[in-house]
Nanobody
């Protein structure tokens, strides 16, 4: 099982980014998946999750701004991030909860 995260970058506050997590070795439609993030010097925190049935959950800090989704045909999970804030700056990781596999991180930097 491998997860490949991409889409990070530098953006100004108020801007948007879309992260992608492409998977091999598992079918995302049949797995519960999540995004986490880790800011410098801090623990890795939950951001959002999507379960097999499509139910989604979000951290309070991103509710209303971020949207998690997946495309079964592309076997890819996404995190659409809007209205970005400097406090969203972190390395973002995708995680396959059922398989307990982490992807490599992608850096998101939001400038004020």
């Amino acid at each position: 099982v491998q997860l490949q995260a991409s889409g990070g970058g530098l953006v100004q506050a108020g801007g948007s980014l879309r992260l992608s997590c492409s998977a091999s070795g598992i079918e995302l439609n049949f797995n519960s998946m999540a995004w986490f993030r880790q800011a410098p010097g801090k623990q890795r925190d939950f951001v959002a999750s999507i379960f097999r049935g499509g139910i989604t959950n979000y951290a309070n800090s991103v509710t209303g701004r971020f949207t998690i989704a997946r495309d079964g045909a592309k076997n890819t999970m996404y995190l659409q991030m809007n209205s970005l804030k400097p406090e969203d700056t972190a390395v973002y990781y995708c995680y396959a909860m059922t398989a307990r596999v982490w992807g490599q991180g992608t850096q998101v930097t939001v400038s004020s």
